[in-house]
């Protein structure tokens, strides 16, 4: 049986195993993230202490594939450190895409601080293929830590096409061979931003994401939509406050991130069934 915690940031969770024995081979992190069957996740990240006030996350997408970032779940596995008594206030996390201080600000916030992208958003057009004909989409390529594709949406995102339009632009040619995250952002006032995102290794729209959070913000920088603070509504419902000095070359994101269980996973947990004919549209189905 394997320990684990169920952790959650602004909607994004997570199973996190703290100093296990090995880190689960991909199947067996598809099987334990797929929902309705398993516990079901966002993602899975493996936590182990490092020096004094420190500790290495290493990061797997539900598809069982690492990646370098994911913000949300690192908020989340400083919050897991303060838990398990690691640290106190402050905790250094490494990750694949570098290190980075996080505070408490208390047992459901966190704030991460991080240096700003090192390069501006991108202008990019797109031709993309759709059920309902080809639509022609213009947005931002940005690198933040993870690659994102950052979609301005004024109209409003109540019917933004995140899930059809979002995946068909995360496997455009533009983006291989990698694939890209989607987010689909709107500023109703230039210290507001709303978003929903299409999450590359979840293949489907997740409740937040704060890697997308960032490059949203960055594309409303860079266009003169938005300024910081920054206070940032996600599909979950819960609100991230992007912040810093951008002369200084650093910024940071707070808001939820939560322990919210603990236990052991079961046998029962590894039930990966063979999904029927139609639902193989489904990337993550049956894999």
Partial sequence: MTRFHKVSGSGNDFLALAEPSQVPPPGTIRAWCRRGVSLGA???FVLRRG????ATMDYFNADGFP?????????CAAQLAFHLGWAEGEVRVRTGAGT?????????????????????????????PLASGDTATAGFRILVGVPHFVLPWPEGLANAPVR????????????????????????????????RTYERGVEDETLSCGTGVLAGAAV?????????????????????????DLSTGR??????????AEGEMLPGALASPVPPPWAVGAPLAGS
């Fill in 42 to 44: 966002d993602g899975l």
């Fill in 51 to 54: 020096g004094p006030a420190t």
């Fill in 67 to 75: 990646a370098n970032l994911c913000l949300n779940g690192t908020r």
């Fill in 100 to 128: 980075f201080s996080a505070r408490r600000l208390d047992a459901g916030r966190v704030a991460i601080d991080l240096p700003v992208p090192a390069e501006e958003p991108r202008p990019l057009s797109l031709e993309i």
């Fill in 164 to 195: 059809e339009l979002g995946r068909a632009i995360r496997y455009h040619p533009a983006f291989e061979p990698a694939g890209t995250n989607v987010n689909f952002v709107r500023f109703p006032e230039t210290h507001r931003m709303e978003i």
């Fill in 220 to 244: 409303g920088l860079a266009t003169g939509g938005a300024r910081l603070p920054l206070h940032v509504t996600t599909q979950g419902g819960f609100q991230l406050e992007v912040d810093g």
């Fill in 251 to 260: 910024w940071s994101l707070a808001g939820d991130a939560r322990v919210v």
